[in-house]
């Protein structure tokens, strides 16, 4: 019973702590997702980029702006489809311990789908459980565990409108650059 008690005060008082040492620091956020699918012969490869850059304010908030390019090409039926467009991300440092912080963050994007079928796509995501460590002065490691994702593609009068969620362990990892 008292773990659980420790637990929890710790837990309260971490998040009334700040990150002091962040604050001005600008931020560049890269990620690098790649995906392959086998079905019956058929491949599906899909890889997205994203790169994101913003400064963190005197409350431990940041805004970051930039890019993402997304790309689906589907061997068999020789589809393929290129997205790229403008992203945003919000997110809060709030420091748990020594390097560790819990970093809530959600983004979107919008972009334009060129290709064999012309289009618009749009993202909404939220991430509510990331921790990052900051192992150096320069780079933070980031570990997300959950995710909750809103995408529409409306391409030739075809719209699909996708709601993901995850609840998986190690959802993903990233790397933050951070400097003065």
């Known amino acids: 019973m008292k ?24 931020i560049v956020n890269a990620n690098l997702f790649l995906n392959a699918t086998f079905n ?26 930039g890019a993402v390019l997304d790309n689906m090409n589907i061997q068999n039926s020789n589809n393929s489809l290129v997205n790229f467009g403008p992203a945003v991300e919000y997110g809060k440092f709030v420091k748990v311990v020594d390097r560790f ?21 749009a993202n909404i995501y939220a991430i509510p459980m990331r921790i990052m460590y900051d192992f150096s002065n320069h780079f933070m490691l980031s570990a997300s565990f959950g995710s909750v994702n809103l995408s529409t593609i ?27």
């Open 154 to 180: 409306s391409v030739q009068g075809l719209t699909n409108i996708n709601l993901s969620g995850s609840l998986t362990n190690n959802s993903s990892f990233g790397v933050f650059y951070t400097f003065k």
């Open 101 to 121: 912080y819990m970093a809530p963050v959600v983004g979107g994007s919008i972009q334009g789908v060129f290709g064999d079928t012309p289009g618009v796509k």
């Open 40 to 65: 019956n012969g058929e491949r599906v490869s899909t890889y997205t980029t994203t790169i994101l850059t913003g400064k963190v304010k005197s409350d431990n908030t940041y805004w970051a702006f």
């Open 3 to 26: 773990t659980r008690i420790l637990f929890s005060a710790f837990f309260l008082l971490s998040l009334t702590t700040t990150a002091q040492d962040l604050v001005g620091r600008k």
